[in-house]
């Protein structure tokens, strides 16, 4: 009963405070405030039919119905770090060379929400960055430092699920509610007595795992945690249970993550049921959160003159591909949901053009009405998005028919290009040759169960030629290749005598201690081959 007092509420609220649409210009007089919530491990996918059937989202429904939503919206790194950093920047990963949850930008970059203070907004953000170079456990750093050597170890707890079981614990992830309870006392005590646009950020961590303390020291975070609150949202029969390839069969990078994912192991049919159902229930939650936001302005007579725009960092596989986490460049990691709704943007559109999240700092900065530098990889949403900036437009650049995706941390044994263009997915590993690459047609294929490269060697070979034209890959990939090993190098001479004790003990600590020896030796070996790269 209270999610369905909440629709109603919400609804009506929007109903009363309706985007301006069709031809009618916005007013120039004042731009307009602009809120971005930012949620992390999101699966796009949830955000339209038919995967939008799985799980009661009210918020996000709402934003469609009275704006616009993107349905081939794409991290451009997935990965929190590295994908903020291109959200923060506007710029590609290579271009910021944020290789991993560790390095992303200097602290002193010059982010969006710099630009538009200096033009007048007031700046507000709460809750989770994670876009500057320093997170992270040391653990992960070195996981993904040694990805290039010849080993494979266990780096992550065996994916599970946890229940509350209550059907009135409605916060589960506290930490994100107070982030939020923040951002609207906010609005209430200071955006409310602003004269000029205000814009505000929240970040969210769901529905990102929770830790796995279980998983011994060092854990990672494997574990869907939820109450029964949440998992009453979830429609477990439209529930769709992932196919799998036998082991043998998988490409060799996504054996590779699969194992170091602690993914390799039997996993009955409830059990994978469980992870995607729980999963499923704190997206919920975290459309919960959005929708107190979304209130919030509303009752502060602020809705109508506000933008709100609602993404993610990346997706989370919830056990596709036998994998759970992000790392991947399929369509549960690399698609993330983009949503906008307010003045001057147009309701009930859905734009099936891609784009990524390094248009997030074009998009708001022509939103605020301010010159856009010529150096970002981005693209503004508005000429998509609205009728009222189409005219404005007309001659600027257009998002070109494509988006470009990478990664080069951890769980992941060679960099990974994604090229998304058309019906088409194209990814491109390491230097090009050493790894077969994988082409997906999305329009014939959505699970992405069939890699089609070899069969299609024409279309395959147009489409590297435009990665190609777009990064230099194998050059990007090299110079990866030696910031690893020097990375790698500084942080052993900084642990010196204890480095063997250290090494061994990090999240793959299960398996290495079998073989500690073998493991040191692999290393070594590494360490004396010879990394030739040019400066990216």
Same mark, same amino acid.
Not at 44 to 62: A, D, M, W, Y
Not at 255 to 273: D, H, M, V
Not at 329 to 353: C, F, K, T
Not at 356 to 380: C, E, R
């Given at each position: 009963?209270l ?8 609804a ?5 405070a309706?985007p301006?649409?069709?031809?009618q ?16 491990s999101?699966d796009g ?16 429904n ?16 997935? &990965? ?16 910021t060379?944020?290789?991993n949850?560790?390095?992303g930008l ?14 007048g ?7 989770k ?10 653990s +992960?750093?070195?996981?993904a ?39 609207? +006392?906010?609005?209430?005590k200071?955006?409310i ?9 929240l ?18 975070? =494997? ?5 029964l ?7 477990h029969d439209?529930?769709k249970l ?12 996504d054996?590779?993550? =699969?194992?170091?994912?602690?993914c390799t ?5 409830k059990?994978?049921?469980? &992870? ?5 229930a704190?997206c ?8 107190? &936001?979304i ?34 460049m ?16 147009r309701?009930?559109?859905?734009v /099936? ?29 508005l ?9 404005e ?7 070109p ?13 060679? /960099? ?7 019906? @088409?997915?194209? &990814? ?6 050493s ?7 999305? =329009? ?15 279309i ?11 990064? +230099? ?14 990375q790698f190098?500084? @942080? ?7 480095y ?11 398996? @290495?201690?079998?073989?500690? +020896? ?16 040019k400066?990216?």
């Amino acid at each position: 009963m209270l999610l369905l007092w909440v629709s109603l509420v919400a609804a009506s609220a929007l109903a009363a405070a309706a985007p301006v649409t069709g031809g009618q210009r916005r007013r120039a007089a004042k731009a307009p405030n602009v809120v971005l919530v930012v949620s992390d491990s999101f699966d796009g996918r949830l955000t339209f039919h038919p995967e939008s059937q799985v799980v009661k989202l009210p918020f996000i429904n709402l934003m469609k119905a009275h704006g616009t939503s993107f349905l081939n919206a794409y991290t451009n790194s997935p &990965i929190c770090c590295p994908s903020r950093a291109a959200m923060w920047s506007g710029l590609f990963t290579h271009l910021t060379q944020s290789w991993n949850n560790f390095k992303g930008l200097d602290p002193n970059f010059t982010t969006w929400m710099d630009v538009m203070e200096k033009h007048g907004y007031r700046t507000q953000k709460f809750g989770k960055l994670d876009y500057t170079s320093g997170h992270h456990s040391i653990s +992960n750093r070195v996981e993904a430092w040694t990805r290039d050597v010849a080993f494979l170890l266990r780096q992550e707890g065996r994916p599970m699920v946890n229940l509350i079981p209550s059907k009135t614990k409605v916060r589960v992830m506290e930490k994100d509610w107070k982030n939020t309870d923040r951002a609207v +006392n906010w609005l209430r005590k200071e955006a409310i007595n602003h004269t000029e646009p205000f814009v505000l950020y929240l970040g969210l961590n769901l529905p990102h795992p929770y830790p796995s303390p279980s998983s011994g020291e060092n854990f990672g975070s =494997s574990t869907f945690h939820t109450s029964l609150y949440w998992l009453e949202r979830v429609s477990h029969d439209a529930i769709k249970l992932p196919k799998w390839p036998p082991l043998s069969e998988m490409h060799p990078v996504d054996y590779y993550s =699969s194992y170091t994912k602690n993914c390799t192991g039997k996993f009955t049919e409830k059990e994978i049921r469980n &992870i995607r159902a729980f999963y499923y229930a704190m997206c919920a939650e975290t459309d919960a959160m959005l929708g107190e &936001i979304i209130l919030a302005l509303r009752q502060l007579d602020l809705l109508q003159k506000t933008i709100v725009i609602y993404s993610s960092d990346h997706g989370e596989l919830a056990m596709e591909h036998r994998q759970f986490y992000k790392m991947s460049m399929y369509e549960a990691s690399a698609h993330v949901p983009l949503l906008m709704m307010g003045p001057g943007i147009r309701a009930n559109l859905q734009v /099936s053009d891609v784009v990524s999240l390094v248009d997030i700092y074009p998009t708001m900065l022509d939103i605020a009405g301010i010159p856009l530098p010529q150096n970002l990889s981005g693209y503004s949403l508005l000429p998509l998005a609205s009728e009222t900036f189409k005219n404005e437009h007309k001659f600027k650049n257009v998002h070109p028919p494509w988006i470009l995706s990478e990664f080069h941390g951890c769980n992941v044994n060679a /960099s990974v290009y994604m090229l998304r263009s058309h019906q @088409w997915k194209y &990814i491109a590993y390491s230097d090009g040759t050493s790894v077969l690459p994988q082409l997906f047609d999305l =329009s014939s294929d959505p699970d992405e169960l069939t890699n089609i490269a070899v069969k299609f060697p024409e279309i395959t070979l147009s489409l590297d030629q435009k990665l190609r034209s777009i990064v +230099n890959y194998p050059e990007v990939s090299a110079s990866v290749h030696k910031y690893n090993k020097e990375q790698f190098i500084k @942080w052993k001479q900084t642990v010196g005598q204890n480095y063997s004790n250290v090494i061994a003990n990090l999240r793959w600590h299960q398996d @290495w201690l079998k073989e500690p +020896n073998k493991y040191e030796s692999a290393i070594n070996q590494w360490l004396k081959t010879h990394t030739n790269a040019k400066t990216v």
